[in-house]
């Protein structure tokens, strides 16, 4: 073996010392390509793994920026010889969080269908990528656009339900989602037809679709929480509670089902239950709140307090405790000064300092103490110059003195400081609506939902504003029930869809709205005197004289009115 090494040597060392050349064959076109999407993914890979390490990357922008740019390259080799939609996908999504925003995905996207017309993975992710920019009308638009040309593609239907579901649309997405034939409805397009004729009020309709999903996958907790829900609202508490214990002995540790499992107990009157359920879930800042505000919002507040003390088992007291002990001084026990006493133990450090600050006014306010109220909204807005709570305090102190026009004043100081803030502009629209300048008051609501489409009061307002001027009642309906969408468990958004639905003559929906707005806010007059005349526009005169009485047992804001129509049953 040495002597053979040896002769290999002096054969390599012959030719005047040149070393031996080796020729280079080319790969084929197949290989090619294959080495190239190695190279894309093996690049890829490297971003996946500076991205997972978050914080703790020590990859420089510029290095960042190089990276991204050579695993496009890659990619770009891949898709010249070798196109598929998949791969345009891949690459739309390097751009997807990209600092220009999703246009760059977008032309990606675009690029692709030009090559394959048609295809249904291009077409969701250019529909997810308008979603993305909060252009749901323009997802909606490309979504039904495909199904015309494929009416029988069941995901595409669906995703185009969930879309206008989203947007709050329902009565549109129900439609979609109708348009799947019966017999090919998964879970999910059941969960979607369910989710949307609860959001509806189709009650029966909704539980039936959930039983159905839930009974061909048993474990899609989302269908089974939606389940319970509808349960709860069809006051079903038996069969709800039967869905959140089976969900919690799956998972101990879901928060959400055993928070529901609290609720429930409240409102059957098993605060004892429901406390051994708090203390018996996951000591988690997060769910210790979330449990101490159910039992306050039910009027539990010694098991409040209790289910609190949790936060410090750990032997540090975080500036919550100090805050919700002050929620439970002043509302459970009535003692204002023991809730002076916690807020003023929330350091001027920490982020609820602030809120503290608005509590502690609040509370001031209601002991007669306005003056020292006003000082603490004035000092708040010096510490916190761009925080619009302070702003929205004094105004709100101000109208209690029923100094609107120093609340008008407020409200612009603070929206010239801020300008276009949505809820300031909502707070301003209020004050010109008491000050009877309800056309400015209206054009400053249509100025908050041209630029914040979501924000559930401001479509509440305008959409029960035009109802109650007999105008536009199909956009009113519109508007009120994407902000039922938005907040439903909101008794007086729902007492909007109510009013709208009997402006319009539609008794019926009518009817089966204002019961759902009594079963949330039971002691508004407003919502007791629509009751009344959705009734007795039914011919239903015991339960018109209940509204009305009702109304004028909550102070009616017109009683003679209201005495009027009882006398007219």
């Known amino acids: 073996m040495i002597l053979m090494a040896g002769l290999v040597l002096t054969g390599c060392a012959s030719g005047r010392g040149a070393a031996p050349k080796y020729r280079a064959y080319p790969m084929t076109p197949e290989a090619q390509v294959n080495y190239d999407y190695l190279v894309y993914l093996d690049r890829l890979q490297q971003i996946q793994r ?15 920026r190089q990276l991204q740019d050579a695993t496009v390259e890659a990619l770009d080799k891949v898709i010249a010889v070798a196109p598929s939609p998949q791969l345009y996908v891949e690459k739309a999504g390097l751009f997807w969080n990209h600092s220009e925003g999703t246009a760059r995905s977008r032309a990606i996207l675009k690029e692709g269908l030009a090559k394959f017309p048609g295809d249904r993975l ?22 039904d656009e495909f199904l015309k040309d494929n009416p029988d593609d069941i995901q595409s239907r669906e995703k185009l339900g969930q879309m206008f579901m989203d947007a709050g649309r329902d009565a549109e997405a129900l439609d979609v989602l109708k348009g799947i034939p019966e017999a090919e409805r998964g879970p999910d397009a059941l969960y979607s037809m369910g989710r949307v004729q609860g959001n509806l009020g ?34 079903d508490y038996a069969s709800a509670e039967a869905i959140y214990t089976a969900i919690l002995e799956q998972n ?52 409040g307090s209790t289910v609190l003390d949790m936060l410090t088992s750990d032997g540090s007291v975080p ?10 001084a002043n509302e459970g026990e009535n003692d204002m000064e023991k809730a002076l006493g916690f807020l003023g133990m929330v350091d001027k450090t920490d982020r609820l300092y602030p809120h503290a600050l608005r509590f502690r006014a609040q509370i001031l306010s209601a002991q007669g103490k306005a003056e020292e109220a006003l000082n603490i909204a004035v000092d708040g807005k010096k510490l916190y ?3 619009p709570i302070f702003y929205i305090l004094e105004a709100s102190l101000l109208k209690q003195e029923e100094d609107f026009r120093g609340a008008e004043r407020t409200l612009k100081e603070g929206l010239k400081r801020l300008p ?10 209020l004050v010109y609506e008491v000050l009877d300048r309800r056309d400015e008051g209206l ?16 479509l509440n307002y305008v959409g029960y504003t035009l109802a109650e001027e007999g105008r536009e009642l199909e956009r009113a309906l519109v508007l009120v029930t994407k902000a039922s969408s938005l907040e439903p468990e909101s008794g007086y958004i729902l007492d909007s869809v109510a009013w709208v639905h009997f402006k319009m003559q539609d008794l019926n929906k009518a009817w089966e709205y204002i019961r759902h707005a009594i079963d949330l806010v039971d002691t508004d007059p407003t919502i007791w005197e629509h009751y009344g005349d959705i009734a007795a526009a039914l011919g239903k005169k015991a339960e018109a004289r209940r509204g009305y009485n009702l109304s004028l047992k909550f102070h009616a804001a017109d009683p003679e009115a209201v005495r009027s129509k009882l006398g007219n049953l």
């Open 202 to 235: 189709m009650r029966k309709a909704a539980i039936a679709n959930l039983k159905k999903a839930v009974k061909m996958d048993p474990e899609f907790t989302e269908a089974q929480v939606e389940l319970a829900y509808q349960y709860e609202l069809a006051k």
């Open 252 to 303: 101990e540790s879901f928060p959400e089902a055993r928070l529901r499992l609290i609720n429930l107990d409240l409102k059957l009157n098993n605060p004892d239950k429901a406390l051994k359920l708090a203390l018996d879930g996951p000591p988690t800042k997060d769910f210790v709140l979330d449990a101490v505000l159910t039992f306050i919002n039910d009027g539990f507040y010694a098991q």
């Open 443 to 458: 054009a400053l609501m249509e100025s908050v939902i041209r630029a914040h489409p979501d924000h559930a009061n401001a």
């Open 319 to 328: 500036a919550e405790y100090y805050f919700y002990k002050a929620v439970i």
């Open 385 to 387: 110059p761009n925080a």
């Open 50 to 64: 500076e991205l997972s390490r978050g914080d703790r990357s020590t990859m420089k922008l510029k290095e960042a």
């Open 122 to 143: 291009l077409t969701v992710y250019l529909a997810n990528s308008y979603v993305a920019d909060d252009r749901v009308d323009d997802a909606i638009a490309i979504m």
């Open 420 to 429: 276009n803030n949505p809820e300031l502009t909502y707070e301003l629209a």
